[in-house]
């Protein structure tokens, strides 16, 4: 069975960091290591992701701002955030994916508080 448990959420001053880490156990052949944040009464949108061969792809709104990472051997992904902002706040999910066969999974959530 796969579950993903993220860590490292909290409330911060604009201006902060945080940084997010997600531990994936089971048995899965991961292709896709990433990062989504859902606001209140908004979707749920990409923050970054990384591929299997290290690329990465990052929201607009964060670039320059935000790091992600990963450690193969620990099946962990990060997120490291810097220069936080009020609207940066929402619930950030870690998720992974399989190409073949194509297979989602999604952490819980931890939320991120940005007080300005």
């Known amino acids: 069975q796969v579950q993903l448990v993220e860590s490292g959420g909290g409330l911060v001053q604009a201006g902060g960091s945080l940084r997010l880490s997600c531990a994936v156990s089971?048995?899965?052949?991961?292709?896709?290591m990433g990062w989504y944040r859902q606001a209140p009464g908004k979707q749920r949108d990409l923050v970054a992701t990384?591929?299997?061969?290290?690329?990465?792809n990052y929201a607009d709104s964060v670039k320059g701002r935000f790091t992600i990472s990963r450690d193969i051997s620990k099946n962990t992904v990060y997120l490291q955030m810097n220069s936080l902002k009020p609207e940066d706040t929402a619930v950030y999910y870690c998720y992974i994916k399989r190409w073949v066969p194509s297979m989602d999974y999604w952490g819980k959530g931890t939320l991120v508080t940005v007080s300005s």
């Open positions: 089971g048995s899965i052949r991961i292709n896709v």
């Open positions: 990384v591929i299997s061969g290290g690329n990465t």
